[in-house]
T-cell receptor, first 117, second 111 residues
């Protein structure tokens, strides 16, 4: 089946640095990918929709200058957390649609746990 | 952001027992989905429902799309230890619309 892979699976960084997380669709092309954020024991909150070849669409309350999304190819979307602070520590998960006509059926990546010291 | 009301929040059951969890909403959804998330992993799709009243099974899992389009339930029969995880419902108003997730039901199964 289709696989979505994220890298790195975990990262620890100092406050003020920037961190890039990659999301790849391994055996299919994904024109649209989604980035979610999840705090411990909580649900998934959509941050932004990443569209290949165009600007990402951010959800209300998500700072686009803070969370930079680049969907440069049909198999790769990246999320860069700029000038990270401890409150940015979270589990970030990307996903891609399995079939164009079934937009709710998503393949999720393994997630990337970010810890900002 | 808006969330679905999912219950129960957590369940502690004995292996072999059946499990039931549900999601409700004050508004209509045209697609209901159920995902399972294990610790440190991303969610995995279990069942997708597209028609009101639809009852769909996936092995020991059965899910139904409520007639009113405002609710859905998931049943797990004869639970086993590997059923442990967090189960999320998700609703979608229209194709192409974003998914709205429930708060999750954390399932623990005692051997």
């Amino acid at each position: 089946g289709a696989v979505v892979s994220q890298h790195p699976s975990w990262v620890i960084c100092k406050s003020g640095t920037s961190v890039k997380i990659e999301c790849r669709s391994l055996d299919f092309q994904a024109t649209t990918m989604f980035w979610y954020r999840q705090f411990p024991k909580q649900s998934l909150m959509l941050m932004a929709t990443s569209n290949e070849g165009s600007k990402a669409t951010y959800e209300q309350g998500v700072e686009k200058d803070k969370f930079l999304i680049n969907h440069a190819s049909l198999t790769l979307s990246t999320l860069t957390v700029t000038s990270a602070h401890p409150e940015d520590s979270s589990f970030y998960i990307c996903s891609a649609q399995i079939r164009e006509e079934r937009t709710g059926e998503l393949f999720f990546g393994e997630g990337s746990r970010l810890t900002v010291l | 952001g808006q969330q679905l009301n999912q219950s129960p929040q957590s369940m502690f059951i004995q292996e072999g027992e059946d499990v039931s969890m549900n999601c409700t909403s004050s508004s209509i959804f045209n697609t209901w989905l159920w995902y399972k998330q294990e610790p440190g992993e991303g969610p995995v799709l279990l069942i997708a429902l597209y028609k009101a009243g639809e009852l769909t099974s996936n092995g020991r899992l059965t899910a139904q799309f409520g007639i009113t389009r405002k609710d859905s339930f998931l049943n797990i029969s004869a639970s086993i230890p590997s059923d442990v995880g967090i189960y999320f419902c998700a609703g979608q108003r229209n194709q192409g619309g974003k998914l709205i997730f429930g708060q999750g039901t954390e399932l623990s199964v005692k051997p």
